[in-house]
């Protein structure tokens, strides 16, 4: 009720002139000016169409097996679209790794992740485009689970080219998480990133690597604890802790075989409409436009945000057999639809917090144009500055710039084997049918890990079955 | 003149949104001179901690062992021999402390290593042929002080040319002391030098006290107490 413009406002126009009246009057009657200047800016800001438009040709070619279609979007895309480019080489990573490029995908991978790393850092210009149009003007900085996921797959991409830095990988993806929730504290002191589920692949795949040294078990039992602790349905973790509190890595004569299977098509992003929120600003915006000098835009388009969702996996695990005989199965080590889930959920109400102010500052721009080029409430000037506010809303798109080709988990299992050639085969499994198998001959060596990744989004293998050399 | 004011200062500061790269920077570093302090690690241990523990139990352990050993002789006026250098087997560093070391483990086993070869006090056995031994043996660390253990890891070593008289490990622990948010940590790092024909052992030590604080208050606050 104490706000200023309501009382500043009529006394202006009760001390103006007749002859300050004219030109004011002109002003009303040149409401087309403004709003012509209003609407081809948010014109220009604003996109039609959304990341997950786009995503959706990309998921059907690489989740059905067609790389080559996968391919040709993301390269179409990539020419296109410049806030989309790193978001877009993340997907052609795994396209990169399917096709059985595993450098190729380490070097794009590495790429963005310095990228990202960089992106961390806000930019003012960014952050104003943003509040003016929506945050797809911001350059896309991953979310929080694809910034570790990113190392995660780092670190599998390099086991299976010369494995030399899939260490520092590992590493790097568990000081990644302690990093994001470090920095996670808001200005209140909260951190909703406390509540983060941990990603153990970084921890597993560091105690692997440093059991096959045969000398650093305290950092294998370490790295065996924090898998334990952070996926604890992960049915090998008491199994691996045990042996390297007590065991070894292998009986002489025999190597260790470590399979990966990124399993099912994984969570992407989709626009939702925030309808309460939408209802509650609506109200709100009414009661202003009643006691202020102006009225408000009233908040007719819909506050669109983004969501973190997943579809229904097909697969449940993948049977693995050597040499013909049934070897065992593979069992998750990271769910990531289940952790982007509860990681987006937990920082949702700042992505909605982020919507709403925006709708607030566009709205804030209206009233003070109105206020300074003197419409009047209830004349056709004012209607037309509401009308392109409406406008200006109505051109936001959710932000859903997201990983999109992960897998929706990554299974593991560890078989100690003699040394030499083996014939692996691996058959996913689900609730139907099992599904078609692929089989991949690999070298064990005495002593050592070897390394095989295979891609099954659905019953059938998509790409190559990928194998490191001992 | 109003509106034009506003519109022209609208302009302004879209223009200057659109040009200006804001306050995103890239990344840079320096190399540090000699002598310039290390960063301080503000939730564990770092550079700062692990070179001066490294430093002082090494040294430590060679002025012990250092010692010239005169040689007994029957024959007057014989000349004294040096004795030659012990060879030692450099096993592992553990890491028994609350803290991951992460990347340092491997430097400090490497420290180590160096500063004892560059000695000359021991001639200690490559971590090559040690890591090799290890695995080929299938032999934990642990197990090398089972009879069994021990006489395969050294008949090996023999067979690979490298007899060793004494296996090292260095071991680094931690212990906790808190006080309300803030805690105090200690550091040890222990070289245990083992004689294999014996079993007699020798320990040298060197420990560093940290701690952590919340805030630089609270940090000024316990410097001055």
């Known amino acids: 009720m104490n706000c200023r413009p309501v009382q500043r406002a009529p006394a202006l126009s009760q001390n103006a002139s007749p002859g300050e009246n004219s030109p004011r009057q002109r002003q009303i009657s040149r409401p087309p000016a403004a709003l012509g200047l209003c609407l081809a800016v948010c014109l220009a800001l604003s996109g039609c169409s959304t990341y997950a438009d786009r995503l959706r040709d990309v998921r059907a070619g690489y989740f059905n097996g067609d790389l080559t279609f996968a391919r040709q979007t993301i390269e179409e895309n990539l020419k296109k679209r410049p806030k989309e480019q790193d978001v877009l080489r993340l997907e052609r990573a795994m396209l990169e790794?399917?096709?059985?490029?595993?450098?190729?995908?380490?070097?794009?991978?590495?790429?963005?992740?310095?990228?990202?790393?960089?992106?961390?850092?806000?930019?003012?210009?960014?952050?104003?485009?943003?509040?003016?149009?929506?945050?797809?003007?911001?350059?896309?900085?991953?979310?929080?689970?694809?910034?570790?996921?990113?190392?995660?797959?780092?670190?599998?991409?390099?086991?299976?080219?010369?494995?030399?830095?899939?260490?520092?990988?590992?590493?790097?993806?568990?000081?990644?998480?302690?990093?994001?929730?470090?920095?996670?504290?808001?200005?209140?002191?909260?951190n909703p990133k406390l509540a983060y589920q941990r990603v153990a692949l970084g921890a597993y795949v560091h105690g692997l690597l440093r059991e096959q040294t045969h000398n650093a078990y305290d950092d294998v039992e370490r790295a065996n604890i924090l898998v334990c602790?952070?996926?604890?349905?992960?049915?090998?973790?008491?199994?691996?802790?045990?042996?390297?509190?007590?065991?070894?890595?292998?009986?002489?004569?025999n190597g260790v075989l470590y399979v990966f299977t990124l399993v099912g098509a994984g969570p992407f992003k989709v626009e939702t409409v925030e309808i309460p929120s939408q209802v509650a600003m609506l109200i709100a915006d009414r009661i202003l436009s009643n006691n202020l000098n102006q009225t408000l835009p009233p908040t007719i388009a819909p506050i669109k945000v983004p969501k973190v969702v997943?579809?229904?996996?097909?697969?449940?695990?993948?049977?693995?057999?050597?040499?013909?005989?049934?070897?065992?199965?593979?069992?998750?080590?990271?769910?990531?639809?289940?952790?982007?889930?509860?990681?987006?959920?937990?920082i949702y109400p700042q992505v909605l917090a982020r919507a709403i102010v925006r709708r607030v500052v566009k709205k804030g721009a209206i009233y003070a144009a109105k206020e300074v080029t003197g419409q009047e409430k209830g004349t056709l000037?004012?209607?037309?500055?509401?009308?392109?506010?409406?406008?200006?809303?109505?051109?936001?798109?959710?932000?859903?710039?997201?990983?999109?080709?992960?897998?929706?988990?990554?299974?593991?299992?560890?078989?100690?084997?003699?040394?030499?050639?083996?014939?692996?085969?691996?058959?996913?499994?689900g609730l139907g049918l099992p599904g078609s198998p692929a089989s991949q001959t690999v070298e064990i060596a005495d002593g050592r890990n070897t390394y095989l990744l295979a891609n099954f989004p659905g019953t059938k293998l998509v790409g190559k079955v990928l194998t490191s050399q001992p | 003149m109003l509106r034009r004011q506003f519109?022209?200062?609208?302009?302004?500061?879209?223009?200057?949104?659109?040009?200006?790269?804001?306050?995103?920077?890239?990344?840079?570093?320096?190399?540090?001179e000699p002598g310039q302090p290390d960063m301080v690690g503000s939730h564990q241990a770092g550079a700062e901690t692990f070179k001066p523990l490294v430093d002082e139990a090494v040294v430590k352990l060679l002025e012990r062992h250092s010692m010239?050993?005169?040689?007994?002789?029957?024959?007057?006026?014989?000349?004294?021999?040096?004795?030659?250098?012990?060879?030692?087997?450099?096993?592992?560093?553990?890491?028994?402390?609350?803290e991951e070391i992460g990347d340092f483990k491997e430097q400090l086993y490497e420290c180590i290593d160096s500063k004892i070869l560059s000695s000359q006090v021991f001639q200690p056995v490559s971590k090559r042929f040690v890591d090799a031994?290890?695995?080929?043996?299938?032999?934990?660390p642990d197990q090398l002080f089972s009879p069994d253990g021990q006489r395969t890891f050294a008949a090996y070593m023999e067979q690979?040319?490298?007899?060793?008289?004494?296996?090292?490990?260095?071991?680094?622990?931690?212990?906790?002391?808190?006080?309300?948010?803030?805690?105090?940590?200690?550091?040890?790092?222990?070289?245990?030098?083992?004689?294999?024909?014996?079993?007699?052992?020798?320990?040298?030590?060197?420990?560093?006290?940290?701690?952590y604080h919340k805030s630089r208050v609270s940090r000024m606050w316990n410097a001055l107490q």
């Not at chain 1, 830095?165 to 994001?180: F, G, P, R, S, V």
């Not at chain 2, 071991?171 to 030098?193: A, H, I, V, W």
């Not at chain 2, 320990?203 to 006290?209: G, L």
Request: aromatic share 6%; proline share 5%.
């Open chain 1, 381 to 429: 000037g004012g209607v037309a500055f509401d009308v392109a506010g409406v406008v200006w809303e109505a051109t936001e798109s959710a932000d859903t710039r997201c990983w999109g080709t992960l897998p929706d988990k990554i299974q593991v299992l560890r078989i100690e084997l003699p040394a030499g050639q083996r014939q692996i085969t691996l058959r996913p499994q």
């Open chain 2, 68 to 98: 010239p050993i005169m040689q007994a002789s029957h024959v007057a006026g014989a000349e004294q021999l040096p004795p030659p250098p012990k060879r030692i087997c450099f096993i592992c560093v553990e890491n028994k402390s609350a």
């Open chain 1, 97 to 190: 790794l399917a096709e059985g490029r595993p450098q190729d995908a380490e070097r794009t991978l590495r790429e963005v992740r310095d990228r990202f790393d960089e992106l961390e850092q806000k930019s003012l210009a960014e952050g104003a485009l943003a509040m003016l149009s929506d945050d797809n003007a911001n350059s896309y900085a991953g979310e929080d689970y694809e910034k570790v996921l990113m190392r995660s797959m780092l670190c599998i991409s390099n086991l299976l080219g010369n494995g030399e830095d899939a260490e520092a990988y590992a590493l790097q993806t568990i000081d990644k998480q302690q990093q994001i929730i470090d920095t996670g504290t808001d200005a209140n002191g909260e």
């Open chain 2, 160 to 211: 690979q040319g490298q007899p060793f008289d004494y296996l090292l490990f260095a071991k680094l622990t931690s212990g906790t002391t808190r006080e309300n948010k803030e805690y105090q940590r200690d550091y040890l790092l222990t070289l245990e030098l083992v004689d294999i024909r014996n079993g007699q052992y020798d320990k040298q030590s060197a420990e560093i006290s940290k701690g």
């Open chain 2, 7 to 32: 519109l022209g200062w609208s302009a302004s500061v879209i223009g200057a949104a659109l040009i200006t790269p804001g306050c995103r920077d890239k990344q840079f570093a320096r190399v540090k």
């Open chain 2, 133 to 140: 031994g290890l695995r080929d043996t299938r032999l934990r």
């Open chain 1, 229 to 253: 602790n952070w996926q604890p349905d992960f049915p090998f973790g008491p199994v691996d802790l045990q042996r390297a509190q007590a065991g070894r890595h292998s009986s002489p004569g």
């Open chain 1, 310 to 346: 997943t579809v229904a996996n097909s697969v449940s695990h993948v049977a693995v057999a050597v040499d013909g005989r049934p070897a065992g199965s593979t069992a998750t080590i990271t769910d990531i639809g289940k952790l982007a889930v509860q990681q987006y959920d937990a």
